[in-house]
């Protein structure tokens, strides 16, 4: 095995043995083989730096390269945005552990060498995150390489696995020609996802939401800190933020849009499709710290007369998503508000059992300008999991969730 | 018919009137709210500039050479605008801190050593700051073996346990207290014009003394440590590149209250110990202490209570930030938002740094002025060595695009690290040779005789 430090730096010869260059770069070019350095950059002071493929090269040691053609066949270096620069995008370079779920710095790269047809190839197996990588970089050339290794040896190691390794790349055109794809980070929690996010510099972060689906990235939003989603929001062009945003749940949408300047928000609304956004703009209209600010409108509303097996077909038929399926409320012959029933109740009754003789006791409801207080104070005192909101009719338009309390709890604490 | 519409015409406009008012009023409101949101890294780190060290060397500057020095005032204070807004305008445009982009710029080796010059001038500070710990709890007649384990122990509660909003409105607090050296000033009657005339319109003189007393006014005002602070400042508070002109105004806020603080202390110690030929005093608790009988026993508490304040300030802060910029150069995990586990090496550092810094001072002898006049001294060759990493970083146009320095910033820059490695290398000359013409009769000279 090898260190990515260790070839850097180090003197080429071709096969007749003279000397050609310094191995000045390594790339990989990731369209063709995600983790094979598939060349090197021979820098010669003056002249144009040479390139030696894969195929040129017949072995492999620290601060040693033997190249199987002679100097005449290497071609002149141009550069290419599609090549990954080993030691420029990488060393010393944030990136993501998909695994860890942690942004860390790489200290150094771990290459093993596969013998393919009488060359040499190095494969990249394993970031270095770790003490041994940084002992290693502050000793070489001062302490003789077996040394550092027997140092290095002792120290417990931190590597990440190539495969685990998500680059933070800016520039989305280059992320593209880098083929960066963001499964892994897709498959992330979206409150994960967050909070590498936030470690990010601007630019990163923008990069990293760009290459999101318009899913993940409504997810991933939602979870940053307010000043964060704003930024984030703002660097989007307006017709990304609408298709983003019309994927978040009203609530955290209208949260969203009441941050963002004037401006902005009423460019996105504009891009908005119109149902979303007049479902937005409707929750715009109550205070933030109020119920009606607090609440989510995605509810299900049923007659109180309708029976268990009507109501599970209901949910089915209109596929509704299990995150709001907390409980479900009812309405009376008026479609005044007449109570809930909570989702534990409805599994456990039988078909037919009407939902009247299902409601959740006691039979509580706030209005939407009552006060953030207010609602702490009825979670608390009832120990509720969720509150319907109602308006001067009676008629219900929401629900506040116990994450609901739990998130704007925080926001007060902080 | 007529009638109505004319009304109806008028309410209208009120109406209008007041949703404009209404409308004009929110939006200053958020403007201020940004602007709130923004501010506190530049007056903070500026603020804690003037730390126990730095009040120290004050003191002795207005003991010995009254009012003449105060005309370094201004140039510092650009010099202190330009370096600081520097290390803002990185922090807001490349999103990240001064160590990272050392680390990610010039490689693993220079960052290393960066870091332990770091640790080593940071450890020197915090010694420096239970120092005047120590000495103003001693005017209050408390004995440093309780004062100073007392504040380590405060100090690692406070910004373990605290959120990272509570400590910054305790160090914004903090800022407030400064106040005191003002109150002290005015009670200690000075004179005004003449002060105000040195001021602008100085009186040179040429004395190796008088240079020194230089190296150490600058080294202390412009404090290498409070850049990697500064930027993480504002890298921590996600200020991004439309708030860049909130940033400065910190940043201005920041240099400019800073040297009024300077200003009142110099004023302070020119019109009662220098007048009364006090000359010779060796650090802050000194005077303190020379402040009761000249200017009463209201002007030496609440200077010895500024002096606790700044020490206090600058040691929960001083350590903090070096944990952090080491472990984030480096790599290993850092912040107040991991748990220990998950950050061994930062909060291992953190607690270091105050188990060491404290535990110096309590040693029996502790020679807590040489160690105070050691750290502004490290501070000050440290300090060009800082800034021209940030004048390397700052002119590059792939980190910065359009944010890079005008030509009028590079030149007070640079003109300020060569400056100071100028008085440097006279400092480190004068502390070899010990040239026997001159006669270091200025207390501040006797740690280069030390032990």
Redesign the interface.
């Known amino acids: 095995m090898l260190h990515a430090t260790e070839v850097l730096g180090a003197n080429a010869v071709d096969s007749l043995g003279n000397f050609v260059g310094r191995v000045k770069e390594m790339f990989v070019e990731p369209a063709d083989q995600p983790n094979r350095v598939a060349k090197l950059m021979l820098s010669r002071g003056q002249y144009r730096p040479l390139i030696a493929r894969h195929d040129q090269v017949a072995f492999v040691a620290p601060g040693k390269v033997r190249l199987c053609t002679e100097e005449s066949e290497l071609e002149l270096y141009k550069p290419n945005e599609a090549w990954l620069a080993v030691g420029k995008d990488l ?4 990136i993501i552990d998909t695994n860890g779920r ?1 942004v ?4 150094d790269i771990d290459l093993d060498e596969v013998q393919i047809d009488g060359n040499v190839e190095l494969r990249i197996t394993q970031v270095d ?1 770790g003490l041994p990588g ?1 002992v290693r ?2 000793l070489q050339g001062v302490v003789p390489p077996m040394g550092i290794r027997r140092i290095q040896e002792k120290l417990p190691p931190r590597k990440i696995r190539w495969e685990f390794v998500n680059l933070i790349e800016a520039d989305p055109l280059r992320r593209v020609k880098l083929r960066l794809t963001s499964e892994r980070l897709a498959a992330l929690h979206p409150a994960d996802l967050a909070e590498i996010i ?1 470690e ?6 923008q990069g990293i939401v760009a290459s999101l689906d318009e899913e993940t990235a409504a997810e991933t939003i939602a979870e940053l800190d307010d ?2 989603q704003t ?1 984030v929001v ?1 660097g989007l062009d307006a017709e990304t933020a609408a298709d983003i945003i019309e994927e978040m749940s009203p609530d955290a949408a209208a949260d969203l849009m009441s941050h963002l300047e004037p401006e902005k928000s009423k460019e996105v609304f504009e891009e908005m499709e119109h149902r979303e956004a007049a479902d937005v703009r409707e929750l715009l209209r109550f205070e933030a710290d109020s119920a009606g600010g607090m609440m989510n409108t995605e509810v299900v509303v049923v007659g109180e007369e309708a029976t268990r097996g009507e109501v599970v077909d209901y949910i089915q038929f209109h596929e509704i998503a299990p995150d709001q399926l907390d409980n479900v409320v009812l309405l009376n012959k008026d479609a005044g508000f007449s109570g809930t029933v909570p989702i534990g109740r409805l599994l456990l009754a039988d078909a037919d059992q009407r939902m009247s003789e299902l409601i959740f006791e006691p039979l509580l409801s706030v209005t939407a300008d009552a006060s953030d207080k207010d609602v702490f104070e009825l979670f608390d005192k009832y120990n509720l999991r969720s509150l319907t909101v109602v308006n001067a009719e009676k008629h219900p338009i929401g629900t506040i969730t116990v994450d609901d309390v739990v998130s704007k709890l925080q926001e007060k ?2 | 018919m007529n009638e109505t519409n004319a009304n109806s015409g008028a309410l209208a406009t009120w109406s209008n009137r007041g949703k404009d008012f209404l409308r004009r009023t929110r939006v200053t409101r958020r403007r201020l709210a940004v602007l709130l949101a923004v501010i506190g890294p530049g007056l903070i780190t500026s603020n804690v500039d003037n730390d126990a060290g730095g009040i120290s060397v004050y003191t002795q500057t207005g003991a010995q050479f009254g009012y003449t020095m105060l005309w370094s005032l201004i140039p510092m204070t650009i010099a202190l605008y330009v370096s600081g807004e520097m290390c803002a305008r990185m922090g807001v445009v490349t999103g990240k801190g001064l160590s990272d982009l050392i680390r990610e710029e010039f490689g693993f080796r220079s960052t290393f050593f960066v870091m332990v010059a770091a640790l080593a001038v940071d450890l020197c500070n915090t010694v420096a700051e239970f120092a005047g710990i120590a000495a103003s709890m001693q005017i209050f007649g408390v004995s440093k073996y309780i004062s100073v384990p007392l504040a380590a122990v405060a100090v690692w509660f406070l910004v373990v346990r605290g959120s990272y909003s509570q400590v910054e409105k305790i160090f914004l607090v903090a800022c407030g207290f400064y106040i005191t050296y003002i109150v002290s000033a005015v009670l200690a009657k000075p004179d005004w014009l003449l002060a105000a005339k040195e001021t602008v319109a100085p009186t040179l003189h040429f004395s190796t003394e008088y240079f020194l007393m230089l190296t150490a006014l600058v080294g202390t005002t412009i404090a290498p440590w409070q850049f990697f602070y500064m930027q993480a400042g504002f890298v921590e508070k996600h200020v991004g590149a439309k708030q860049y002109k909130h940033a400065r105004l910190d940043v201005i806020l920041g240099s400019i209250s800073c040297m009024i603080i300077v200003f009142f202390i110099i004023v302070c110690c020119a019109a009662t110990l220098n007048k009364n030929g006090l000359t010779n005093i060796t650090d802050a608790a000194q005077a303190a202490t020379a402040l009761t009988p000249l200017a009463g026993k209201w002007a030496s508490y609440l200077f010895a209570f500024g002096l606790l304040n700044a020490s206090l300030f600058a040691a929960s802060i001083l350590p903090l930030s070096t944990a952090h910029v080491i472990c984030e150069g480096l790599g290993f995990e850092a912040g107040l938002d991991r748990k220990v586990k998950e950050a061994p090496a930062f909060y291992g550092l953190y607690t270091g740094l105050l188990v060491v810094g404290g535990g110096i001072i309590l040693l029996p002898r502790a020679p807590l002025f040489k160690i105070l006049i050691l750290s502004q001294v490290a501070n000050g060759v440290w300090l060009p060595v800082v800034l021209i990493f940030i004048l390397l970083l700052i002119n590059r146009r792939d980190l910065m695009g359009d944010h890079t320095n005008s030509w009028g910033f590079n030149l007070v820059a640079w003109a300020t690290s060569i400056v100071m490695i100028i008085l440097t290398l006279i400092l480190v000359y004068t502390a070899i040779a010990q040239p026997s013409g001159t006669e270091l009769s200025g207390a501040w000279f006797h740690w280069l005789h030390w032990p």
């Open positions: 060393l010393d370079q944030q942690k860390v710095r790489v200290n995150v940084a970089r502050l936030g990010l510099s601007p630019d990163e972060r000043r964060l930024q703002e604490l902080a």
